[in-house]
């Protein structure tokens, strides 16, 4: 699509959709983002895009979104076309336009020596525009087949997989063991950053093409893992990575130490299923420590504010990244930068360089009142492998909550042993073209390559979705995503 605005960019001047102020927001369970955005705005943020002739935007997105055709649109104020343009990648583009850390805006063109276009906020705004034109709807299948599909779980990759599947005319069912379908989507993210309204519209669109849901079972246990093998024609597992790492240190037994996803989907009022936040999740009044300064660790704080914690403070085991790219960092690959989180805004203690050494119940009373920590500074070896050297020992912090946010290992492969099913070194499936070593059993999203964002999770069952398609019919017609040799596309891990 061409483009009769080439200098946008010199006209304009990078704008997102804003947040709401941090002083505001921290007060409620709202999403903090701005709810309205003007036309016009978002019009002059699409003539910014420069229509590259080799759009290195595409080449960071994941799942190829073909994003210059969709700011050209929207420019020219022909959103429904823009919506059909972002489909044609993405089954749940408010998914990604609200949560993806955007890896196609830190390689878009701009980039490299200005500000670049504001596609996160473009893609949320024409997903937004299409709902509440009602633009979007149920779109079933024309005629079936005779396969039935079994899906896995219902974060994003399994639900991208089954609306695929269920597309080319198959008939899917999703188990989930939770009391909802959703996955990370409904109970990983808070309502803060994600309104569950929205996870629910999209499922009612999945419902409503055919998509059959069987939630509160679990592969395993409800149902014998053989039956995956045994009365479908094939079946995709896409559980995520759901293996917490843990800091096996000493007191780590004491009451009050919690993992980041035993914390947040019973401490958001959208994800605790209108049951009363647990006391020993419920953050007022309290010092917490979150351990780790990631995605889910930010979640973590931002919570504990909302609830209502006297401090919080988020520990890194890492040095802080630097506000500039660091040499050999270069555009276009991702900036190793430091970013402030959303719950960071709101307040809060940023410590980096603190290796935690233990925690310490000082009053007898079997729950976690300090956590003791060492200053370390990490410097490179003969070997160029970074060292950490302590600086500063016997750090003491106030905790009366600890939450451990450091990562996940990958999936829980324990109900699924009956199959047999052989596993990477890395601790996921081993597949070959998305299919376990189990003829017709396939993987997708975390379970297939390990821990990484919702943008990848959509684009790994998309494929996979095509890979099953041609297991069961010889071919597809189903539409590619992963699968390219760009070595610029952001690394899953």
Known sequence: MSKDHPDGYLKHGREPIHKRDPDERKGDFEEIWEQKWDEDHLKSQGERCMSCGTPTCMSGCPIGNIIPDWNDLVYRGDWKRALERLHA??????????????????????????DPVTIKSIERAIVDRGWEEGWIEPDPPEQRTDYEVAIVGSGPAGLAAAQQLNRAGHYVTVYERDAHPGGLMRYGIPDAKFSKKKVERRLDQLREEGIEFECGVEVGEDVPPETLAEEYDAACIAV???KPIDIPIDGRDLDGIHFAMEYLPRANPGQNDGVAVPEAMDAEDR??????GGDTGADCVGTAHRQGATQVVQIELLPRPPEERPEGNQWPDQPQTYEKSYSQEEGGVEEYCVQT?????????????????????????????WESTVVEEGMGVEADMVLIAAGFDGPEETPFDPLGLEMADDGTFETDDYQTSVDGIFAAGDANSGPSLIVWAIGEGRDAARHIDEYLTGETDLPPSLETDNEMVVSRR
Do not use: I, K, M
């Not at 749940?92 to 020596?113: D, I, Q, R, S």
């Not at 010092?287 to 780790?292: D, I, R």
């Not at 050494?357 to 492998?385: M, P, S």
């Open 89 to 114: 990648t993405n089954n749940f583009p408010e998914f990604t336009g609200y949560n993806c850390p955007a890896p196609c805006e830190n390689t878009c063109t701009l980039n490299y020596n200005d």
């Open 357 to 385: 050494q233990e925690f310490l119940d000082t009053d007898g009373d079997g729950a976690v009142d300090e956590l003791h920590a060492h200053r370390v500074e990490w410097d490179q070896n003969e070997d160029g492998e």
């Open 287 to 292: 010092s917490v420590v979150v351990l780790g």
């Open 240 to 242: 995520g990575s759901q």
